[in-house]
């Protein structure tokens, strides 16, 4: 037999069927759920959501809008998304505050939502950030789901649209060339943050919130840190090394600045999580002629194309000075070194063929094979074997090579 729990009550003795109680400023809400187990849990979540002030009473579940259901989960999506995350989730309210904002959450229906999907499609948008806007959706209705708001989520129907892999823009010799003298003749202060990027490839969030505190220039390294770090990224900050471009740059950072900020790179003091809104690098590129090109976002695709095509690096090492989560998301990168990825498979064929020579006249008798089926003369093909050996020879050379003398070569 259940224990007696305080908030939990069996309307009809016997019947198995379990109802919550609960008080909001005076008011009395009762629930119906179902087991006693279940009964226990949705009574502690209820009563923390009242002390956190994210309660909705059961019979205003039909009356709830979107727009309210919006609000209680962003306030819930803030306390665990990094804050890059919650910024770019955030641009994206207004938008569907203004679809549904006044609409009851649970007279949304997949046709409903799947149009306005759409429009953002016809308006010019890619499938791509179409497809953060449902993801939002879907995130928002997960919750309220979550949360006993709502008992469906109508956007689990639609399929993500088609998405471009992408594009990587990055500077060029002569392009960087360009936007140096621009940056020299109208903004020298500016070449040093230029340098940093170039050699770090921080991202731009990162870069406007790193602190003087967080350098070591003795140990080469900087800590950057997210002011909001996602759930399960533990701290939320981690470790850059710097070669010895970055030390420079840092060095003249600090110079420029003489302790008159705690930034490295100055602005707002109050700028904190918040985007820089200063203007000189986007038009230093357009006086130095560079066109499609966003400023630190692709100073960070350079850093990472330059990194991929040093000699020895392998892959790994530029997932981890860019902190992608993902190695899918650097290979995007791989196209850019093919003289390395040649390299290393002739290294490869060195170590484990039997000859230089062999791979080389294994490629002539296929030649040759080819020329005969071309209708070529079969003593073409005996002039071109005895020039190289043919397949059978090599094999017979291999095996004398491994097995000694004796060993002859199998009867065909």
Same mark, same amino acid.
């Given at each position: 037999m259940a224990k007696k729990k305080k908030g939990i009550f069996e309307k009809e003795k016997g019947s198995g069927v379990w109802w919550i109680n609960l008080r909001e400023n005076?008011?009395?809400?009762?629930?119906?759920?179902?087991?006693? +187990?279940? /009964?226990? /849990?949705?009574?502690?979540?209820?009563?923390? +959501?009242?002390?956190?002030?994210?309660?909705? =009473? =059961?019979?205003?579940? &039909?009356?709830?809008?979107?727009?309210?259901?919006?609000?209680? /989960?962003?306030?819930?999506?803030? #306390?665990?998304?990094?804050?890059?995350?919650?910024?770019? &989730? !955030?641009?994206?309210? =207004?938008? #569907?505050?203004?679809?549904?904002?006044?609409?009851p959450a649970v007279k949304l229906t997949t046709a409903m939502i799947?149009?306005?999907? &759409? !429009?953002?499609?016809k308006g010019g948008l890619k499938g791509a950030t179409v497809n953060r806007y449902k993801a939002l959706l879907s995130a928002v209705f997960t919750w309220g789901m979550k949360n006993a708001r709502l008992k469906v989520n109508p956007v689990k129907g639609i399929e993500n649209l088609p998405e471009d892999p992408g594009r990587t823009r990055f500077l060029d010799a002569e392009e960087e060339g360009a936007l140096r003298a621009v940056i020299q003749r109208d903004y020298p202060e500016g070449e040093a943050e230029l340098d940093f990027l170039l050699f770090t490839g921080l991202r731009q969030n990162a870069l406007f919130q790193l602190r003087w505190s967080d350098v070591d220039i003795d140990h080469r390294i900087i800590t950057v840190r997210e002011k909001r770090p996602a759930k399960g990224q533990g701290s939320g900050q981690r470790i850059v090394r710097l070669n010895a471009n970055a030390v420079a740059a840092l060095l003249r950072l600090r110079e420029q600045a003489a302790g008159s900020s705690a930034y490295v790179v100055p602005g707002p003091e109050d700028r904190e999580g918040k985007r820089d809104w200063r203007d000189w690098l986007p038009i230093a590129i357009k006086k130095a002629g560079i066109e499609d090109f966003r400023p630190h976002h692709d100073l960070r695709h350079t850093f990472g194309a330059r990194f991929t095509m040093t000699p020895g690096v392998p892959l790994r090492s530029v997932q981890v /000075? #860019?902190?992608?989560?993902?190695?899918k998301t650097t290979e995007k990168y791989s196209h850019l070194a093919p003289d390395f990825q040649q390299e290393m498979l002739e290294r490869m064929g060195a170590l484990y063929g039997a000859t230089a020579a062999e791979p080389e006249r294994k490629v002539a008798n296929i030649e040759a094979g080819r020329r005969l089926s071309e209708g070529k003369t079969k003593g073409d093909v005996v002039a071109s074997r005895r020039k190289t050996g043919s397949l059978g020879t090599i094999g017979h050379q291999m095996g004398t090579r491994i097995f000694g003398e004796n060993r002859k070569p199998l009867k065909r």
């Amino acid at each position: 037999m259940a224990k007696k729990k305080k908030g939990i009550f069996e309307k009809e003795k016997g019947s198995g069927v379990w109802w919550i109680n609960l008080r909001e400023n005076g008011e009395r809400h009762r629930q119906r759920i179902g087991s006693f +187990e279940a /009964a226990v /849990a949705a009574y502690k979540l209820h009563t923390d +959501e009242l002390h956190e002030g994210r309660y909705v =009473p =059961p019979r205003s579940a &039909d009356h709830l809008k979107f727009g309210e259901l919006m609000d209680q /989960a962003f306030a819930d999506r803030k #306390l665990h998304l990094a804050g890059s995350s919650y910024d770019s &989730d !955030e641009t994206k309210m =207004p938008k #569907l505050r203004e679809w549904f904002g006044e609409v009851p959450a649970v007279k949304l229906t997949t046709a409903m939502i799947r149009a306005h999907l &759409d !429009e953002l499609l016809k308006g010019g948008l890619k499938g791509a950030t179409v497809n953060r806007y449902k993801a939002l959706l879907s995130a928002v209705f997960t919750w309220g789901m979550k949360n006993a708001r709502l008992k469906v989520n109508p956007v689990k129907g639609i399929e993500n649209l088609p998405e471009d892999p992408g594009r990587t823009r990055f500077l060029d010799a002569e392009e960087e060339g360009a936007l140096r003298a621009v940056i020299q003749r109208d903004y020298p202060e500016g070449e040093a943050e230029l340098d940093f990027l170039l050699f770090t490839g921080l991202r731009q969030n990162a870069l406007f919130q790193l602190r003087w505190s967080d350098v070591d220039i003795d140990h080469r390294i900087i800590t950057v840190r997210e002011k909001r770090p996602a759930k399960g990224q533990g701290s939320g900050q981690r470790i850059v090394r710097l070669n010895a471009n970055a030390v420079a740059a840092l060095l003249r950072l600090r110079e420029q600045a003489a302790g008159s900020s705690a930034y490295v790179v100055p602005g707002p003091e109050d700028r904190e999580g918040k985007r820089d809104w200063r203007d000189w690098l986007p038009i230093a590129i357009k006086k130095a002629g560079i066109e499609d090109f966003r400023p630190h976002h692709d100073l960070r695709h350079t850093f990472g194309a330059r990194f991929t095509m040093t000699p020895g690096v392998p892959l790994r090492s530029v997932q981890v /000075a #860019l902190d992608h989560r993902n190695i899918k998301t650097t290979e995007k990168y791989s196209h850019l070194a093919p003289d390395f990825q040649q390299e290393m498979l002739e290294r490869m064929g060195a170590l484990y063929g039997a000859t230089a020579a062999e791979p080389e006249r294994k490629v002539a008798n296929i030649e040759a094979g080819r020329r005969l089926s071309e209708g070529k003369t079969k003593g073409d093909v005996v002039a071109s074997r005895r020039k190289t050996g043919s397949l059978g020879t090599i094999g017979h050379q291999m095996g004398t090579r491994i097995f000694g003398e004796n060993r002859k070569p199998l009867k065909r």
